[in-house]
Nanobody, 115 residues
Protein backbone atom coordinates (compact mmCIF):
# COMPACT_ATOMS: atom_id res chain seq x y z
CA UNK A 1 0.00 0.00 0.00
CA UNK A 2 1.53 3.29 -1.07
CA UNK A 3 -0.81 5.62 0.87
CA UNK A 4 -2.57 4.48 4.04
CA UNK A 5 -5.42 6.62 5.36
CA UNK A 6 -6.68 6.30 8.93
CA UNK A 7 -8.50 8.17 11.66
CA UNK A 8 -12.09 8.10 10.46
CA UNK A 9 -14.99 7.25 12.72
CA UNK A 10 -18.36 8.26 14.10
CA UNK A 11 -18.67 11.64 15.80
CA UNK A 12 -21.48 13.94 16.83
CA UNK A 13 -22.05 17.25 15.10
CA UNK A 14 -19.68 19.86 16.48
CA UNK A 15 -17.04 17.28 17.25
CA UNK A 16 -13.54 16.78 15.86
CA UNK A 17 -11.51 14.10 14.12
CA UNK A 18 -7.97 13.98 12.81
CA UNK A 19 -7.23 11.96 9.70
CA UNK A 20 -3.76 10.70 8.86
CA UNK A 21 -2.28 9.58 5.56
CA UNK A 22 0.98 7.69 5.77
CA UNK A 23 2.98 7.45 2.57
CA UNK A 24 5.37 4.64 1.84
CA UNK A 25 8.99 5.79 2.34
CA UNK A 26 9.65 4.17 -1.06
CA UNK A 27 7.80 7.03 -2.78
CA UNK A 28 10.40 9.60 -3.83
CA UNK A 29 9.73 13.21 -4.66
CA UNK A 30 6.26 13.54 -3.19
CA UNK A 31 4.95 16.95 -4.25
CA UNK A 32 1.39 18.17 -3.67
CA UNK A 33 -0.87 16.07 -1.46
CA UNK A 34 -4.63 16.32 -1.13
CA UNK A 35 -7.65 15.12 0.76
CA UNK A 36 -10.77 14.28 -1.23
CA UNK A 37 -14.14 13.08 -0.01
CA UNK A 38 -17.02 11.21 -1.55
CA UNK A 39 -20.50 11.08 -0.07
CA UNK A 40 -22.94 8.33 -1.12
CA UNK A 41 -24.29 8.97 -4.59
CA UNK A 42 -22.06 11.99 -5.15
CA UNK A 43 -18.84 12.67 -6.99
CA UNK A 44 -15.46 12.75 -5.30
CA UNK A 45 -14.66 16.33 -4.32
CA UNK A 46 -11.40 18.03 -3.40
CA UNK A 47 -11.33 19.09 0.25
CA UNK A 48 -7.83 20.51 0.70
CA UNK A 49 -4.40 20.57 -0.93
CA UNK A 50 -0.98 21.10 0.62
CA UNK A 51 2.21 21.70 -1.33
CA UNK A 52 5.61 20.28 -0.45
CA UNK A 53 6.43 23.64 1.16
CA UNK A 54 3.30 23.60 3.31
CA UNK A 55 1.08 26.02 1.44
CA UNK A 56 -2.57 25.03 1.82
CA UNK A 57 -5.76 25.59 -0.17
CA UNK A 58 -9.24 24.63 1.03
CA UNK A 59 -12.67 24.09 -0.43
CA UNK A 60 -15.07 26.85 0.62
CA UNK A 61 -17.22 24.36 2.51
CA UNK A 62 -14.43 23.53 5.00
CA UNK A 63 -12.56 26.83 5.30
CA UNK A 64 -12.10 27.82 8.93
CA UNK A 65 -13.01 24.33 10.18
CA UNK A 66 -10.43 21.98 8.61
CA UNK A 67 -6.64 22.25 8.68
CA UNK A 68 -4.36 20.27 6.39
CA UNK A 69 -0.74 19.70 7.38
CA UNK A 70 2.15 17.38 6.61
CA UNK A 71 5.29 16.08 8.26
CA UNK A 72 7.71 15.32 5.43
CA UNK A 73 10.16 13.59 7.76
CA UNK A 74 7.42 11.14 8.76
CA UNK A 75 5.98 10.90 5.21
CA UNK A 76 2.58 11.70 6.70
CA UNK A 77 -0.21 14.14 5.91
CA UNK A 78 -2.99 15.11 8.31
CA UNK A 79 -6.44 16.63 8.18
CA UNK A 80 -7.68 18.15 11.43
CA UNK A 81 -11.45 18.48 11.20
CA UNK A 82 -13.26 20.64 13.74
CA UNK A 83 -16.88 21.76 14.07
CA UNK A 84 -17.96 18.76 12.05
CA UNK A 85 -21.37 18.84 10.39
CA UNK A 86 -23.57 16.01 9.11
CA UNK A 87 -22.78 17.27 5.60
CA UNK A 88 -19.15 16.29 6.18
CA UNK A 89 -20.15 12.61 6.23
CA UNK A 90 -18.22 10.85 3.47
CA UNK A 91 -15.38 8.52 2.69
CA UNK A 92 -12.19 10.56 2.82
CA UNK A 93 -9.34 9.71 0.46
CA UNK A 94 -5.77 10.92 0.47
CA UNK A 95 -3.97 11.55 -2.79
CA UNK A 96 -0.41 12.43 -3.70
CA UNK A 97 1.58 13.39 -6.75
CA UNK A 98 5.33 13.16 -7.25
CA UNK A 99 7.59 15.52 -9.15
CA UNK A 100 8.17 12.63 -11.57
CA UNK A 101 4.50 12.42 -12.54
CA UNK A 102 3.52 9.55 -10.26
CA UNK A 103 0.07 9.58 -8.66
CA UNK A 104 -1.17 7.64 -5.65
CA UNK A 105 -4.49 7.16 -3.84
CA UNK A 106 -5.17 5.91 -0.34
CA UNK A 107 -7.89 3.35 0.34
CA UNK A 108 -10.31 5.76 2.03
CA UNK A 109 -11.50 6.17 5.59
CA UNK A 110 -15.16 6.62 6.59
CA UNK A 111 -16.21 9.73 8.49
CA UNK A 112 -19.76 9.78 9.83
CA UNK A 113 -21.18 12.83 11.60
CA UNK A 114 -24.44 12.36 13.46
CA UNK A 115 -26.86 15.22 14.07
Amino acid sequence: VQLQASGGGLVQAGGSLRLSCAASPNIFGMNDMDWYRQAPGKQRDLVATITSLGNAVYADSVKGRFTISRDNAKHTMYLQMNSLEPEDTAVYYCHGRTVFGGEFWGQGTQVTVSS
